[in-house]
């Protein structure tokens, strides 16, 4: 009989690794092993009685994550700057590290491309840029890998970017996004996208791929949100000086990436059809607003701002 290889999955408490190691328990092909900083933690126990193993481990600490990958086969790694910023890039070193000194046959890792590149220096935005630099980092250590840039999430729309009232009665979003394709996803479809990668390691080690649900432009998604939930919802294109000045933290990096997409990233067409064939299940953003319609209108019911 044959036995069953382990997958180490990173950040599986959270949204993407979550959505990976979910689609793999559910498959039954791998043995899914899962790195936390806390075991008792209720999203560990609930992976760990789905059939998953729970490992301590921290980023920040080497050791832990040696021992983490003993016996894996693969990795999915993903790295949180927003809780970390700067230090995200020592711990994806760390991360890489670990993967290289036990031999991991096939290690996926969450990246995205240097904004700060692809805007000739003009527009730094670490988030990106860390996680481009551990790509490049990564292929110089000569790893078996496949590097999967996640687009803007759609649950964004429910998390961090609120639709406002105006006083009209009309619901608001904004971004320095301008007319250009906003690519996104539901962070979800992620780990099917990742468990087919994880199914043909000869097709896709070396390769970059695209997570893409919808390439539209945000007049499209406002749209869509106003015929999905029955009231009228704008897009205003924010210019990116008055919206690195909003003063929340994050404000300027945030600015920086809208502005590098309006400017930069005319579309991601190709990286959308290769999502869908990798994961038929995906979800459009039409598809996934009506499955969360009651949760916007809840929020949207409850106050000026609809926190999703
Ligand atoms: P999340 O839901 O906040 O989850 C973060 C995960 O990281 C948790 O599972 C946490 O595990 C783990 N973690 C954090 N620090 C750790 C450490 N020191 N050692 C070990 N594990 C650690 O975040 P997410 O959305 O899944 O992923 C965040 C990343 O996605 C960010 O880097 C962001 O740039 C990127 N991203 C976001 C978007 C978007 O639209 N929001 C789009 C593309 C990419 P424990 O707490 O259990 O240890």
Same mark, same amino acid.
């Given at each position: 009989?044959?036995?069953?290889?382990?997958?180490?999955?990173?950040?599986?408490?959270?949204?993407?690794?979550?959505?990976?190691?979910?689609?793999?328990?559910?498959? #039954?092909?791998?043995?899914?092993?899962? %790195?936390?900083?806390?075991?008792? =933690?209720?999203? &560990?126990?609930? @992976?760990?009685? /789905?059939?998953?193993?729970?490992?301590?481990?921290?980023?920040?600490?080497?050791?832990?994550?040696?021992?983490?990958?003993?016996?894996?086969?693969?990795?999915?790694?993903?790295?949180?700057?927003?809780?970390?910023?700067?230090?995200?890039?020592?711990?994806g070193r760390n991360l890489v590290n670990a993967v290289k000194k036990t031999d991991i046959k096939h290690f996926v890792l969450h990246t995205l491309p240097s904004y700060s590149i692809l805007s000739e220096?003009?527009?730094?935005?670490?988030?990106? #840029?860390?996680?481009?630099?551990?790509? %490049?980092?990564?292929?110089?250590? =000569?790893?078996? &890998?496949?590097? @999967?840039?996640? /687009?803007?999430?759609?649950?964004?729309?429910?998390?961090?970017?609120?639709?406002?009232?105006?006083?009209?009665?009309?619901?608001?979003?904004?971004?320095?996004?301008?007319?250009?394709?906003?690519?996104?996803?539901?962070?979800?479809?992620?780990?099917?996208?990742?468990?087919?990668?994880?199914?043909?390691?000869?097709?896709?080690?070396?390769?970059?791929?695209?997570?893409?649900?919808?390439?539209?432009?945000?007049?499209?998604?406002?749209?869509?949100?106003?015929?999905?939930?029955?009231?009228?919802?704008?897009?205003?294109?924010?210019?990116?000086?008055?919206?690195?000045?909003?003063?929340?933290?994050?404000?300027?990096?945030?600015?920086?990436?809208?502005?590098?997409?309006?400017?930069?990233?005319?579309?991601?067409?190709?990286?959308?059809?290769?999502?869908?064939?990798?994961?038929?299940?995906?979800?459009?953003?039409?598809?996934?607003?009506?499955?969360?319609?009651?949760?916007?209108?809840?929020?949207?019911?409850?106050?000026?701002?609809?926190?999703?």
């Amino acid at each position: 009989m044959n036995k069953k290889k382990t997958i180490l999955v990173t950040g599986a408490t959270g949204a993407q690794g979550g959505s990976v190691a979910w689609v793999l328990l559910g498959q #039954d092909k791998f043995k899914v092993r899962v %790195l936390t900083r806390d075991t008792s =933690s209720p999203k &560990a126990i609930e @992976l760990e009685r /789905a059939g998953a193993e729970l490992v301590y481990g921290d980023l920040n600490k080497p050791d832990t994550l040696v021992n983490a990958m003993q016996d894996c086969y693969g990795v999915y790694g993903v790295t949180n700057y927003w809780e970390h910023y700067d230090k995200e890039f020592q711990q994806g070193r760390n991360l890489v590290n670990a993967v290289k000194k036990t031999d991991i046959k096939h290690f996926v890792l969450h990246t995205l491309p240097s904004y700060s590149i692809l805007s000739e220096g003009k527009y730094p935005t670490p988030h990106c #840029d860390i996680k481009a630099q551990l790509q %490049l980092y990564t292929i110089s250590q =000569s790893i078996p &890998a496949t590097f @999967l840039q996640v /687009a803007f999430y759609y649950e964004n729309f429910l998390n961090y970017f609120p639709l406002i009232r105006h006083d009209d009665g009309s619901y608001h979003f904004g971004f320095p996004q301008g007319d250009t394709r906003l690519a996104m996803v539901s962070v979800e479809d992620v780990g099917g996208m990742v468990a087919a990668i994880f199914d043909h390691p000869k097709e896709y080690t070396g390769r970059v791929v695209g997570a893409v649900g919808a390439d539209e432009t945000c007049e499209t998604y406002a749209a869509i949100l106003s015929n999905v939930l029955g009231k009228a919802v704008c897009y205003d294109y924010i210019p990116r000086e008055q919206y690195a000045g909003f003063g929340f933290p994050g404000a300027e990096e945030l600015a920086n990436m809208f502005e590098v997409q309006r400017l930069h990233i005319k579309g991601r067409q190709l990286d959308l059809i290769e999502s869908y064939a990798l994961n038929p299940a995906m979800q459009s953003f039409v598809g996934w607003v009506s499955k969360h319609k009651y949760q916007f209108l809840a929020a949207m019911n409850n106050g000026e701002q609809v926190l999703i």
